[in-house]
């Protein structure tokens, strides 16, 4: 259980367009997802908390109105990039929230790798 | 602040080796969970090992092994025997109720 899928797995865009992402819990239900982002051979740093239902919550540095995340269902948050440029280039990996007991497990999709043309 | 430190980016031993990827943390809360990640060149992060700060009993599973030290603030990932397999880049992260909080990483090749 506790599955987590992310579509597409790979998109290549050209510079100015937007790219959606979604992220799907899929035999649980996720209050809270998070975006993550991973340059290459870097770390992953989170870009923002996506709460069902309201407006999500980004991390300093992170352009929101760039960033555009919508939690309209406790199985899906999406992620789209607007206007992309090159330097949005990246891993993108989601993660979805459930309670195990006292403690808030979280489980990764696969992740997205946008290459921006 | 939290902050997770693997001061080892790149480690390269030769199958059968042995190998210790160090990972640091500093929290100020009380109540944390420490994790290990494997992330093959898929991308895809693969689950090792979560550990809440009041266990600190050392845990095997396999050919792995963890050591945690609260009073050095240390979670180290030990990989005995290794194999051309457990080529990837290791991730030690933090989370105290939040989301997690990644290290940068140990990038670990086993050659032949």
């Known amino acids: 259980g506790a599955v987590v899928s992310q579509h597409p797995s790979w998109v290549i865009c050209k510079s100015g367009t937007s790219v959606k992402i979604e992220c799907r819990s899929l035999d649980f239900q996720a209050t809270t997802m998070f975006w993550y982002r991973q340059f290459p051979k870097q770390s992953l740093m989170l870009m923002a908390t996506s709460n069902e239902g309201s407006k999500a919550t980004y991390e300093q540095g992170v352009e929101k109105d760039k960033f555009l995340i919508n939690h309209a269902s406790l199985t899906l948050s999406t992620l789209t990039v607007t206007s992309a440029h090159p330097e949005d280039s990246s891993f993108y990996i989601c993660?979805?929230?459930?309670?195990?007991?006292?403690?808030?497990?979280?489980?990764f999709g696969p992740g997205t790798r946008l290459t921006v043309l | 602040a939290q902050k997770v430190t693997q001061a080892q980016t790149e480690i390269s031993v030769v199958e059968k080796e042995d190998v210790t990827l160090d990972c640091v943390y500093e929290t100020r809360d009380t109540t944390y969970y420490l994790f290990w990640y494997k992330q093959p060149p898929s991308g895809e992060l693969v689950f090792l090992i979560r550990?809440?700060?009041?266990?600190?009993q050392n845990e095997i599973s396999g050919r792995y092994s963890w050591n945690f030290q609260k009073s050095t603030s240390s979670f180290n990932f030990t990989i005995t025997a290794s194999q051309v397999v457990d080529s990837a880049v290791y991730f030690c992260?933090?989370?105290?109720?939040?989301?997690?909080?990644f290290g940068k990483g140990t990038s670990l090749l086993v050659t032949p």
């Open positions: 992260a933090l989370n105290s109720g939040y989301a997690l909080n």
């Open positions: 550990r809440n700060s009041f266990d600190e």
């Open positions: 993660s979805a929230r459930v309670t195990s007991g006292s403690f808030y497990e979280q489980f």
